[in-house]
């Protein structure tokens, strides 16, 4: 599996975060990072694509997070990581710079999905989806991390 993401993630508690949960995930989660373009908004968005896109294989399965993606609880996305992972495409989750993703990506996309309706600082969001992707290894493996224990 690869994270591509648009932007350099520095040390302080976002690096700590992702390597805490990317560290525990196997087969590595491997990470590209690009350098944000420059330019008007839009010439932004189509210069960070035209980046995300070419880190991808051709026949790479694209998960873009995007804040207009679908939302998923921990266990609807462990299903769906599980499944992802048997087509036996390479995995790759793109995350665009701080102007979002252009619509290239999420045409591009296999899946396209959110965090959440709030807006996470992209550097965040490297930590986020790490510990959602070592908590859906943890669902699928019956590992005792997640605790589903809401009442009903």
């Given amino acids: 599996m690869k994270l591509v993401a648009i932007g350099r993630l520095k040390s302080g508690p ?7 949960y990317a ?4 087969p ?5 990072e690009l350098l944000p373009s420059k330019g008007s908004v839009q010439e932004q968005k189509r210069r960070d694509a035209g980046a995300l896109l070419a880190a991808c294989p051709e026949n790479a399965f694209v998960v873009a997070l995007d804040e207009g993606g679908k939302t998923h609880g921990s ?5 769906l990581l599980s499944r992802w992972q048997e087509t036996g495409r390479p995995l790759h989750f793109l995350i665009g710079g701080a102007e979002g993703l252009d619509g290239s990506v999420i045409q591009r996309a296999d899946a396209v999905i959110s965090l959440g309706a709030m807006t996470w600082p992209h550097m965040l ?5 790490a510990e959602q992707i070592f908590r859906a290894q943890a669902i699928n493996s019956n590992h005792p991390y997640h605790k589903d224990t809401r009442p009903d």
């Avoid at 976002?14 to 805490?20: A, I, M, V, Y």
């Avoid at 969001?125 to 989806?129: A, K, N, Q």
């Fill in 23 to 26: 560290g525990r995930i196997r």
């Fill in 75 to 79: 266990l609807q996305f462990a299903t």
């Fill in 28 to 32: 590595a989660l491997t990470v590209t």
């Fill in 125 to 129: 969001v490297r930590g986020m989806i």
């Fill in 14 to 20: 976002e690096r700590e975060l992702f390597d805490r």
